[in-house]
């Protein structure tokens, strides 16, 4: 399921966020209690018994995933949306409403960058698929390729065979580097990689390179941290991921921001809540952004279905429609989704973010 998927989805919905001490001895016992406790006050703020009731099992149950936080979108009658974040510092949130708080879910799916380690040797490779932050220390390979061995080592033949007998060494571990190739481009595709780190032989990471697709090579990142025998070498290639995986993180909210800096000296932005739901229920409206400090006060109503949005109740009214009201910043996000608009979050502060914290690039 997606968040677009909402749109047509019946509220009152419920939005929520838990933290996820899954190392805890007693980690079952300390989710309980954090649920119990937000069902509480999602009860008392008027969310459906039958609906709290459906999403229990989900929560709960999320104590037994390797995963930092659980987010959780559900709609009154229809599939729920549930992420699991591994986003450590989360704010709790257990809200309920006619407006879903997507926010939350979608920048940690965002943050999660699904990508692959890989160690490779001349006779084969390592793999390991990750989400954000995923260790890897200690575990085993999600995929092992071992390719033949005969002729591996180069040895010392002499005289005119030594030349043949290095070539033979070549074709082999170009072999073996093809087969490599061949696993990484299906499992990248599988897990929807974002990214690959690729470390190990110089020699066979220049013939995996060759043979990786172009779609892979794309997201390639080679880094020397060691080989297949180095048992560090996946603490270390893993840690230099993390870093790489914060960075493309970043650069999409950088590029956002630099992007509508351009446009707004272009008259090709928008900023300030009022201004921004009216083009956004323009259609007009290519990328979103906004920021959400979690304490959002300001409200905003929107047409049931989230395809038009405004400040003043009295616009959607005068347009005949049913009037739902949310946060300023879920019922924007939502709006955004029903219009085809890409959703960015930004900083608070900064030389480029909107005013009142909303703006958007226009449509070419």
Do not use: C, Y
């Not at 937000?38 to 709290?52: C, I, K, N, S, W």
């Not at 939350?104 to 932050?133: K, N, Q, T, Y």
């Not at 595709?189 to 990786?212: I, S």
């Not at 939502?334 to 973010?353: N, Q």
């Amino acid at each position: 399921m997606e968040p677009t998927d909402t749109i047509a989805a019946t509220g009152p919905f419920v939005s929520l966020t838990l933290p996820i001490e899954a190392d805890a001895a007693d980690a079952e016992d300390r989710m309980g209690i954090r649920w119990s406790n937000a069902r509480r006050q999602l009860a008392e703020d008027g969310a459906p018994e039958d609906l709290l009731d459906r999403i229990e099992p989900i929560v709960t149950g999320a104590a037994r995933q390797h995963a930092a936080a659980i987010h959780l979108v559900a709609p009154s009658d229809g599939p729920v949306l549930v992420h699991l974040g591994h986003d450590d510092d989360v704010t709790e949130q257990a809200r309920t409403g006619p407006v879903p708080a997507l926010l939350p879910l979608m920048r940690a799916r965002d943050e999660d960058v699904a990508h692959l380690v890989v160690v490779v040797d001349r006779e084969g490779a390592d793999i390991w698929v990750r989400d954000s932050r995923g260790d890897t220390t200690g575990q085993d390979p999600d995929a092992e390729v071992d390719g033949d061995t005969e002729h591996i080592h180069r040895g010392q033949p002499g005289g005119w065979s030594q030349r043949r007998f290095q070539q033979r060494a070549e074709n082999t571990w170009e072999k073996n580097a093809a087969g490599v190739a061949a696993e990484v481009d299906q499992v990248a595709r599988r897990a929807g990689a974002r990214l690959v780190v690729a470390t190990g032989d110089v020699r066979a990471l220049g013939f995996l390179e060759e043979h990786l697709s172009e779609e892979t090579k794309g997201i390639l990142t080679v880094v020397d941290t060691g080989g297949r025998s180095d048992d560090d070498a996946v603490e270390r290639a893993s840690a230099e991921a993390d870093r790489l995986v914060a960075d493309l993180a970043a650069r999409r909210t950088v590029d956002a921001l630099e992007r509508f800096g351009a446009a707004t000296g272009e008259d090709l932005a928008v900023e300030g809540a009022s201004d921004t739901l009216r083009t956004l229920s323009e259609g007009r409206v290519a990328v979103l952004l906004v920021h959400d400090h979690g304490a959002e006060e300001r409200t905003a109503f929107a047409s049931v279905d989230g395809s038009v949005a405004a400040t003043e109740r009295s616009v959607i009214e005068d347009l005949g429609l049913e009037v739902v009201e949310g946060r300023l910043v879920d019922v924007a996000v939502r709006t955004a989704l029903a219009t085809g608009a890409e959703v960015v979050v930004v900083p608070a502060h900064g030389a480029r973010v909107p005013r009142e914290g909303i703006g958007g690039v226009l449509r070419g």
